[in-house]
C-alpha cells in the first residue's frame, strides 16, 4: 500500500477538513492544496480568522445564538418584538431568517431536534430556558423546527410542554417542504413560510 504523499501537518488539515459538512476526503485534499498554494494570501489570513472567531465566540444565554457579545446582538435590538419566540434546532437556521428578514421577533435556539436513534432527549435541548422566558411575558412562540420527522417530532413535543403556560403557539407552514432544511431553503420559500404560519 503506497504512503500518503504529504507530511503529518498536510494530513492533519487534510483529515479536518474533511470534518466539515460537504467535505469527504476528496474534496478536503483539493481544499488543503489551495491553501498551501496561496499561503500568503489565504491560509495565514483563514487562520488567523479562525483564531480570532474561536477566542471571541460565545454562545448567548439567553437564546443559543453564536456571536461575540453577550447577550447577542439579536437579544439586544430593542426594536425587536420582545414578546414572540422564534423556535429553531440550529443557529444556521437562526441565520436563515434573519437572512431572508422574515422575523422580527427574539429567538431561541434549541440546539437540536428529538431523535430517538440518536439519543437526543428533552433534556439533552435547551427547553428549560424557553419555558422560563414564556413564563416571563411571551404572547407568542412560533416553532420553526425543520420539516423532517425529528423536527416534528420535537415540535409536539414542545406543543404539549407549553400548553400549560396558555401562550400562543404557531408553526411553519406552506413553502418548507417534507424533509426540508431551513438553512437550504431561499428567503422566498421561508419568507412565505413565515406568513402562513397558524394556530397549534
Known sequence: MAGSPA????????????????LGPRSARRAA????????TLM????????GAAAAIKTCATCGNLDTVEPCVICRDARRDPHVICV????????????????RGRYHVLGGA?????GVTPEKLNLPTLLERVRA????????MNATVEGQSTAHYLMDALE????????LAHGVPVGGELDYLDEGTLNAAFKARRQM
Open 7 to 22: 507530511g503529518p501537518e498536510i494530513e492533519r488539515l487534510i483529515q479536518l477538513l474533511a470534518k466539515l459538512p460537504g
Open 33 to 40: 492544496l489551495a491553501l498551501l498554494k496561496k499561503r500568503e
Open 44 to 51: 495565514e489570513p483563514l487562520a488567523s480568522a479562525m483564531a
Open 88 to 103: 429553531v434546532e440550529d443557529v444556521a437556521d437562526l441565520w436563515a431568517l434573519e437572512r431572508a428578514g422574515v422575523f
Open 114 to 118: 428529538l431523535s430517538a436513534l440518536d
Open 137 to 144: 411575558g411571551i404572547n407568542e412562540v412560533v416553532l420553526a
Open 164 to 171: 400549560p403556560s396558555g401562550v400562543r403557539v404557531t408553526r
